[in-house]
């Protein structure tokens, strides 16, 4: 029996163990599928969120990764192999724990076992215990120590040969353990992010590329009919855009001096604040650079401090300049070197990608072929061999035309607009109406008659469709050239892609009217403000104060005869009242005019400008002729509105001696000038950032639908002219306002 009850007890004590046994395994089972679960969904996320978005959604799965294993910390490490530094690019903290250095340059030499296991043998760091890392991990160990870290875990992401990522993961708190088995999904969790880093740049890199595509069918385009002494203001603008595109301090074209012993400037372009370049440089103080060029290579200096031996000389010139990274493209014509294109960075060290300076050296092409060009014969005959050799160079897609609309000559851009070779146009004369829109192809046919039947360059936009389907928005310019008889003999044409500056436009213009309409609103809103305000202050202060004068005046009355210093006091305080009552009047006027309402626009005008000549002494002149009796109540008040507007801007700007203000009116339209004999001022300053008076009146303006003018010049006055229509009355927001001149 005591035997049975053994084997009884056993049985049950074995049974016990495997429960507890299956227990754990199912959840071991249970986390690993949390932590699969966990995995895909971060990595789903990732996969679709947007570029501007991607780093919180990295701190954010590196949240709820530290959260899962219940640690302190969760970091994305980069490796800059060429500086020998960590850099932490994001990190998540559980609370309370100490923040780590985001985004400094740390040396691998705070770590110099965990770099040789993670970047040369492309192993993880693990330990749970910090006193379990081996003699060789000393300095590491130390390193860690300061951190607070006790556990760690730091997984190299495989994507780059060598490693150029690592995740790490800190327990600050308490020892931990790491589950070894979860390491290649977290690694495959490090490469999603990675990936998405990468598609990040590559987006970027493509958007900045076709930025900068543009800009060079700009600068091509730019030169395109330019007469000669146009040449040297253009390159020197072109200089301009592409240092503001790079954001850099210098951009400067140099020639090389007969002999080649000396660089000498012929165009720049410096970013304010910063010392004008050297006119003239003797080759011996750049011999490095020198020799790049006359072999057509471009001198690419990332760093000045890192120039090498064989660049002694240039690196010494270069740190008198405070020049700290540089770029030096040949300028070629020809197959001829004629100069350098410099770019020059003073505030900051930069990176030059091969893409880039193909770029420039596009850009080099171009100015280089301009002022070869401007050099050259302007005889159609003599200049047509070289002139196919200017635009196979140029960014835009040029072609020449005969008289019988067949095509002699396509440049090579044409393929990477259209999606067509060249000669497919060539072969085909009908071949670009047959791509161009249906919807634009009558525009297109009375833009080919007119080009053939008027001098002058012609323009029109038009939309192609591409053989892969994609629509593209194409800006042509084209000029008939004709022989010394005057006789057409061909069209000369230039097309640029300019889709995205069609998008662009049509965003801003949306926006645009967005602004436009709030501030529409906003004006109207403060007009009824004003008028409730003026109404309280007329019909209650005002109305209190006059029966406080009254019963000031009968107190007056009744003090005894002898009393002089009472009845003295009482005048003055009567006196006051009324002054008081009088302000109220007229601040209650100037928040609303009720004499618009009471009166007309005629009376209300006229009013405005004696209280205006009475208060500042400037004698104002008005005239009033064929007012309509009825107007709207919106026109009346901006009309006025712009009177005291301008009226102000006089006695605040103006220095004038005499103003006139004029209103006339007719079947059609109200007419409104303001002149006065002042100082005046430049309108180009003024057109680029206008005064809040001037604004205010436009804004006035386009309420109703009208259209004004502003002419002035220095120490000639200003003239204000407002014309309003009287039928169509409703506001509009248009994208591009064309009720304003500046003269």
């Given at each position: 029996?005591?035997?049975?009850?053994?084997?009884?007890?056993?049985?049950?004590?074995?049974?016990?163990?495997?429960?507890?046994?299956?227990?754990?395994?199912?959840?071991?089972?249970?986390?690993?599928?949390?932590?699969?679960?966990?995995?895909?969904?971060?990595?789903?996320?990732?996969?679709?969120?947007?570029?501007?978005?991607?780093?919180?959604?990295?701190?954010?799965?590196?949240?709820?990764?530290?959260?899962?294993?219940?640690?302190?910390?969760?970091?994305?490490?980069?490796?800059?192999?060429?500086?020998?530094?960590?850099?932490?690019?994001?990190?998540?903290?559980?609370?309370?724990?100490?923040?780590?250095?985001?985004?400094?340059?740390?040396?691998?030499?705070?770590?110099?076992?965990?770099?040789?296991?993670?970047?040369?043998?492309?192993?993880?760091?693990?330990?749970?215990?910090?006193?379990?890392?081996?003699?060789?991990?000393?300095?590491?160990?130390?390193?860690?120590?300061?951190?607070?870290?006790?556990?760690?875990?730091?997984?190299?992401?495989?994507?780059?040969?060598?490693?150029?990522?690592?995740?790490?993961?800190?327990?600050?708190?308490?020892?931990?353990?790491?589950?070894?088995?979860?390491?290649?999904?977290?690694?495959?969790?490090?490469?999603?992010?990675?990936?998405?880093?990468?598609?990040?740049?590559?987006?970027?890199?493509?958007?900045?590329?076709?930025?900068?595509?543009?800009?060079?069918?700009?600068?091509?385009?730019?030169?395109?009919?330019?007469?000669?002494?146009?040449?040297?203001?253009?390159?020197?603008?072109?200089?301009?855009?592409?240092?503001?595109?790079?954001?850099?301090?210098?951009?400067?074209?140099?020639?090389?001096?007969?002999?080649?012993?000396?660089?000498?400037?012929?165009?720049?372009?410096?970013?304010?604040?910063?010392?004008?370049?050297t006119t003239v440089v003797g080759n011996e103080k750049i011999p490095w650079v020198v020799s790049k060029i006359m072999r057509s290579e471009s001198a690419i200096i990332q760093s000045v401090e890192e120039l090498t031996a064989d660049a002694a000389k240039d690196r010494e010139f270069f740190n008198q300049l405070g020049i700290k990274s540089?770029?030096?493209?040949?300028?070629?014509?020809?197959?001829?070197?004629?100069?350098?294109?410099?770019?020059?960075?003073?505030?900051?060290?930069?990176?030059?990608?091969?893409?880039?300076?193909?770029?420039?050296?596009?850009?080099?092409?171009?100015?280089?072929?301009?002022?070869?060009?401007?050099?050259?014969?302007?005889?159609?005959?003599?200049?047509?061999?070289?002139?196919?050799?200017?635009?196979?160079?140029?960014?835009?897609?040029?072609?020449?035309?005969?008289?019988?609309?067949?095509?002699?000559?396509?440049?090579?851009?044409?393929?990477?607009?259209?999606?067509?070779?060249?000669?497919?146009?060539?072969?085909?004369?009908?071949?670009?109406?047959?791509?161009?829109?249906?919807?634009?192809?009558?525009?297109?046919?009375?833009?080919?008659?007119?080009?053939?039947?008027?001098?002058?360059?012609?323009?029109?936009?038009?939309?192609?469709?591409?053989?892969?389907?994609?629509?593209?928005?194409?800006?042509?310019?084209?000029?008939?050239?004709?022989?010394?008889?005057?006789?057409?003999?061909?069209?000369?044409?230039?097309?640029?892609?300019?889709?995205?500056?069609?998008?662009?436009?049509?965003?801003?213009?949306?926006?645009?009217?967005?602004?436009?309409?709030?501030?529409?609103?906003?004006?109207?809103?403060?007009?009824?403000?004003?008028?409730?305000?003026?109404?309280?202050?007329?019909?209650?202060?005002?109305?209190?104060?006059?029966?406080?004068?009254?019963?000031?005046?009968?107190?007056?009355?009744?003090?005894?005869?002898?009393?002089?210093?009472?009845?003295?006091?009482?005048?003055?305080?009567?006196?006051?009242?009324?002054?008081?009552?009088?302000?109220?009047?007229?601040?209650?006027?100037?928040?609303?005019?009720?004499?618009?309402?009471?009166?007309?626009?005629?009376?209300?005008?006229?009013?405005?400008?004696?209280?205006?000549?009475?208060?500042?002494?400037?004698?104002?002149?008005?005239?009033?002729?064929?007012?309509?009796?009825?107007?709207?109540?919106?026109?009346?008040?901006?009309?006025?509105?712009?009177?005291?507007?301008?009226?102000?801007?006089?006695?605040?700007?103006?220095?004038?001696?005499?103003?006139?203000?004029?209103?006339?009116?007719?079947?059609?339209?109200?007419?409104?000038?303001?002149?006065?004999?002042?100082?005046?001022?430049?309108?180009?300053?003024?057109?680029?950032?206008?005064?809040?008076?001037?604004?205010?009146?436009?804004?006035?303006?386009?309420?109703?639908?009208?259209?004004?003018?502003?002419?002035?010049?220095?120490?000639?006055?200003?003239?204000?002219?407002?014309?309003?229509?009287?039928?169509?009355?409703?506001?509009?927001?248009?994208?591009?306002?064309?009720?304003?001149?500046?003269?």
């Open positions: 029996m005591k035997g049975m009850n053994d084997q009884s007890v056993d049985k049950s004590r074995r049974l016990g163990f495997e429960a507890s046994q299956n227990a754990n395994e199912n959840t071991i089972l249970d986390e690993r599928l949390r932590f699969e679960r966990l995995i895909s969904d971060l990595s789903s996320r990732l996969v679709k969120v947007a570029p501007e978005r991607l780093d919180s959604e990295i701190e954010r799965a590196l949240k709820m990764i530290l959260e899962f294993f219940k640690v302190d910390r969760c970091g994305l490490l980069q490796i800059l192999l060429d500086k020998g530094v960590w850099v932490i690019t994001h990190f998540a903290l559980s609370d309370r724990t100490p923040p780590v250095p985001k985004g400094v340059q740390l040396p691998v030499s705070i770590s110099p076992w965990a770099y040789e296991k993670l970047v040369e043998k492309r192993e993880s760091v693990i330990f749970s215990r910090i006193d379990d890392l081996p003699f060789e991990a000393e300095v590491d160990k130390k390193t860690w120590t300061e951190w607070d870290i006790r556990s760690n875990l730091v997984i190299p992401i495989l994507t780059h040969e060598p490693v150029t990522h690592v995740i790490a993961i800190n327990s600050v708190k308490r020892e931990h353990a790491w589950p070894e088995d979860f390491i290649p999904r977290l690694q495959l969790l490090g490469e999603i992010f990675i990936n998405c880093i990468e598609r990040r740049r590559m987006q970027l890199q493509l958007e900045q590329r076709l930025k900068f595509e543009e800009m060079l069918s700009f600068l091509s385009a730019k030169f395109v009919n330019l007469s000669p002494d146009q040449v040297d203001a253009e390159v020197e603008k072109g200089l301009q855009h592409i240092a503001r595109f790079l954001d850099i301090d210098r951009c400067v074209m140099a020639r090389l001096s007969d002999g080649e012993s000396q660089t000498i400037t012929s165009h720049s372009w410096v970013a304010s604040g910063v010392d004008p370049v540089g770029l030096y493209v040949p300028l070629m014509a020809g197959g001829e070197i004629h100069g350098i294109l410099g770019l020059a960075s003073l505030h900051a060290e930069r990176a030059w990608s091969e893409e880039l300076v193909r770029g420039l050296q596009m850009a080099a092409d171009i100015f280089s072929n301009a002022l070869v060009h401007q050099k050259k014969d302007r005889a159609l005959r003599a200049a047509e061999l070289e002139y196919r050799t200017i635009l196979n160079f140029t960014f835009a897609w040029e072609y020449w035309e005969n008289i019988d609309g067949s095509i002699r000559y396509s440049s090579p851009s044409c393929e990477r607009i259209t999606g067509y070779p060249p000669q497919a146009f060539v072969d085909d004369p009908f071949k670009l109406r047959d791509i161009i829109f249906s919807e634009d192809r009558e525009a297109w046919d009375e833009h080919f008659r007119t080009a053939r039947l008027t001098p002058g360059p012609h323009e029109i936009q038009y939309r192609i469709k591409r053989p892969d389907g994609g629509v593209r928005w194409i800006e042509h310019v084209c000029n008939p050239v004709t022989n010394d008889q005057g006789i057409l003999v061909g069209i000369r044409a230039s097309n640029r892609d300019v889709t995205q500056r069609i998008n662009t436009q049509a965003a801003i213009c949306e926006r645009e009217r967005d602004l436009q309409s709030l501030t529409g609103r906003l004006i109207l809103g403060q007009e009824e403000e004003r008028r409730r305000l003026a109404r309280e202050l007329h019909d209650d202060l005002s109305q209190r104060l006059a029966a406080l004068a009254i019963e000031v005046g009968k107190l007056e009355t009744r003090v005894e005869n002898g009393k002089e210093s009472i009845l003295k006091h009482l005048c003055g305080l009567r006196d006051q009242t009324i002054r008081i009552a009088a302000d109220v009047h007229n601040l209650s006027r100037r928040l609303h005019p009720s004499i618009l309402e009471d009166l007309g626009l005629e009376k209300a005008v006229e009013a405005e400008c004696a209280r205006f000549g009475t208060k500042e002494g400037i004698e104002v002149a008005f005239n009033a002729e064929n007012i309509p009796a009825f107007l709207p109540k919106n026109v009346s008040l901006s009309i006025y509105r712009i009177v005291q507007e301008g009226l102000n801007n006089i006695a605040k700007h103006a220095c004038a001696r005499r103003a006139v203000v004029g209103l006339s009116g007719s079947e059609t339209s109200l007419h409104l000038s303001i002149q006065d004999d002042g100082l005046g001022f430049d309108a180009a300053e003024v057109r680029q950032m206008p005064g809040l008076g001037l604004s205010s009146i436009r804004e006035r303006v386009r309420l109703v639908s009208g259209r004004h003018r502003i002419k002035s010049e220095p120490e000639k006055g200003t003239v204000i002219e407002v014309t309003v229509p009287l039928k169509a009355m409703v506001p509009k927001a248009e994208c591009a306002d064309s009720s304003e001149e500046l003269a």
